[in-house]
């Protein structure tokens, strides 16, 4: 059995909360950890009853084998750096740290520990992104061209002050959750060339830096990746979606319905994918709509985050998303605010490890964070 802690009891810890008894008796939460005494109280009655809980965590990292984090982002560092020197491995919610400089300690302190620091970048852990991206590397609907993903949020302070600090945020909307797209971005369509971002707080005018961020990149062989994400949405007609475009269709994901379906022009089942897919029994739609795809009703992401957290430990195997891995999408956003900044084009070419700056935080308006 894993003796897991949780440190941070908010709305990320909520959410891995609310599963993780299913994970029972190979997972238990044996420790819960907050600064906000009614929080622990709520999340140690709701999820976890029987779990030591204190507002220090320090003086829990006995009672635990490994750690979920979900702090803000300004503390990721220096808790990660003193869990995984005492022994723990850690599952570090997203972004890695804010500045390249905490990354590669914390790259580095994983490596002398010998513990496994797992990042949480769990739409990787999503059955439909999981497929998406088969579909694109498989090249199973022809080949890709154009990778388009939309999230469409209302998020304000209500999620706690910290967000609207660039500095404790780490930057803007692109930092804290674009990160997740660019990952799979960088997932999906191989090593970047070159790209853009625009962002506003305009609509967002709680956040220090942009609430509303635009990228659009261009990857090796001619591959395009564009993300847009908003936390000013009071409406929204598309949600979480991706629209890939190949060369025998598109393909939509739709992450409310849980579905993907292939757009087609050309109709009838000619298509060998399209028809292993019907043979499957996918749903047609129409003349040119065909769902491939729907996610499976049962499996939580999370649960599925923290079980390759178990098994990446137990198998003594790198876990889903590395730390590395996810530096190197914070090195994509980074260069992309810098250039910004600068009016030109990033060159994202060459984001090998052997790098080290600490670069400032710059914002959008050439403040300086
Ligand atoms: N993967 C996702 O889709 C997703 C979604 C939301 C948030 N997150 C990530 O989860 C993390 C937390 O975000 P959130 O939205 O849950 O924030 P939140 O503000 O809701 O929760 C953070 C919690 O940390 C507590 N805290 C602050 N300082 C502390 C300290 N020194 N010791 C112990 N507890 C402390 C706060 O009281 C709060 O309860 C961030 O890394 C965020 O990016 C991920």
């Not at 998020?155 to 600090?165: K, M, Y």
Request: with cysteine; charged share 20%; proline share 4%.
């Amino acid at each position: 059995m894993i003796r897991l802690g949780m440190i941070g009891c908010g709305t990320m810890a909520g959410s891995f909360l609310s599963g993780l008894r299913e994970l029972e008796p190979r997972v238990k939460v044996t420790a819960l950890c907050d600064i906000d005494p009614k929080k622990l109280a709520s999340a140690a009655s709701s999820a976890a009853p029987g779990a030591r809980t204190d507002t220090d965590y320090r003086r829990l990292l006995g009672a635990c084998d490994a750690v979920v984090i979900a702090l803000p982002h300004d503390l990721h560092h220096a808790v990660a750096k003193e869990c995984l020197a005492a022994g723990l491995h850690v599952l570090l919610e997203k972004p890695l740290a804010n500045t390249e400089a905490q990354c590669l300690d914390l790259i580095r302190a994983a490596d002398a520990s010998g513990r496994v620091l797992a990042i949480g970048y769990v739409m990787r852990h999503d059955p439909l992104w999981v497929r998406m991206g088969q579909y694109i590397r498989e090249r199973t609907f022809g080949d890709v061209f154009q990778v388009s993903i939309w999230t469409e949020q209302f998020t304000d302070l209500s999620r706690g002050a910290w967000l609207g600090d660039a500095r404790r945020l780490g930057g803007g909307q692109l930092f804290s959750h674009g990160c997740h797209y660019i990952d799979l971005l960088l997932l999906w369509l191989g090593r970047p060339i070159d790209g853009t971002h625009t962002g506003t707080n305009r609509g967002t005018p709680w956040m220090a830096m942009e609430g509303t961020s635009n990228v659009a990149m261009r990857f090796e062989g001619d591959l395009l990746g564009y993300h847009f994400g908003t936390w000013g949405a009071r409406g929204s007609k598309l949600k979480y979606a991706v629209h890939t475009h190949c060369t025998e269709g598109l393909l939509e994901l739709d992450h409310a319905a849980g579905t993907i379906t292939l757009h087609r022009d050309a109709s009838g089942g000619d298509l060998p994918a399209l028809k292993a897919a019907l043979a499957n029994g996918a749903t047609v739609q129409g003349p040119h709509a065909t769902i491939v795809y729907q996610t499976p009703p049962t499996g939580k992401p999370t649960n599925a985050e923290v079980i390759d957290l178990v098994d990446a430990i137990e198998q003594g195997r790198p876990p889903g998303t590395t730390a590395r891995e996810a530096l190197q999408s914070l090195r994509v956003i980074w260069r992309l605010y810098d250039a910004e900044q600068r009016r030109v084009v990033a060159d994202l070419r060459g984001l090998g490890l052997d790098e080290f700056t600490d670069r400032p935080i710059v914002g959008s308006a050439g403040q300086v964070f």
